[in-house]
């Protein structure tokens, strides 16, 4: 069974920061492709980060790009994700994402499994 545990989020004022955390199996860690996706209100999930295919680089929605940071630490079997200069619009529930596919990790389609999701709300 794979479990993603989700830490992190919280309430911040436009322009700060917050770091989200997604904890998992050894297994997992080293056998799944992971990233990180959101939903706000009304809309539908998005994509937000992720590794690339080879794990040597990373990728970012545009909306995000410069001002997320994706990470993991192997050590500890736990993917990051930094986020700086949050606008409003970054308000929403993200979630991290596992998957023997990468494609499905990069396009949030069939993903196998989901963290619990964890609220990110950016006041104005």
């Known amino acids: 069974q794979v479990q993603l545990v989700q830490s992190g989020g919280g309430l911040v004022q436009a322009g700060g920061s917050l770091r989200l955390s997604c904890a998992a199996s050894?297994?997992?860690?080293?056998?799944?492709?992971m990233g990180w996706f959101r939903q706000a209100p009304g809309k539908e999930r998005e994509f937000v980060a992720t590794f690339s295919w080879s794990g040597a680089s990373t990728v970012y929605a545009d909306s995000v790009k410069g001002r997320f940071t994706i990470s993991r630490d192997n050590t500890k079997n736990t993917m990051y994700l930094q986020m700086n200069s949050l606008k409003p619009e970054d308000t929403a529930v993200y979630y991290c994402?596992?998957?023997?596919?990468?494609?499905?990790?990069?396009?949030?389609?069939?993903?196998?499994?989901w963290g619990q999701g964890t609220q990110v709300t950016v006041s104005s």
């Open positions: 994402a596992a998957d023997s596919n990468y494609h499905s990790v990069r396009e949030g389609a069939g993903v196998d499994y």
């Open positions: 050894e297994r997992t860690f080293s056998n799944y492709y």
